[in-house]
């Protein structure tokens, strides 16, 4: 089991930065890929950027060049770094790990861009 708690959400302006994390604990060491995803009010749940148990990543074209995720192995925690941020990107953000005997969500944590 892999427990995930997200934290550093909440308002800000538009062209605002915003730093996620995401906290990992349990049988962490079975997680390979991690990611965040996010899910605005009335659409589907979507994917914004993932990170592998090497470094590499990869963004959705919508957050490419504004949103870096990165990941401290010692901290078993990874980041989402958001800047430039647009109203568009008021969501819940959700934090996911995959490993080789299933997927974990967290919780969740809001981000609202004001304009």
């Known amino acids: 089991q892999v427990q995930l708690v997200e934290s550093g959400g909440g308002l800000v302006q538009a062209g605002g930065s915003l730093r996620l994390s995401c906290a990992a604990s349990?049988?962490?060491?079975?997680?390979?890929?991690m990611a965040w995803y996010r899910q605005a009010p009335g659409k589907q749940r979507g994917l914004v950027a993932t990170?592998?148990?090497?470094?590499?990543?990869n963004y959705a074209g919508s957050v490419k060049g504004r949103f870096t995720i990165s990941r401290d192995n010692a901290k078993n925690t990874i980041y989402l770094q958001m800047n430039s941020l647009k109203t568009e990107d008021t969501s819940v953000y959700y934090c996911?790990?995959?490993?080789?005997?299933?997927?974990?969500w967290g919780q969740g944590t809001e981000v609202t861009v004001a304009s």
């Open positions: 996911r790990a995959f490993t080789d005997v299933g997927n974990y």
């Open positions: 349990g049988t962490i060491f079975s997680i390979n890929t």
């Open positions: 990170i592998d148990s090497s470094g590499s990543t």
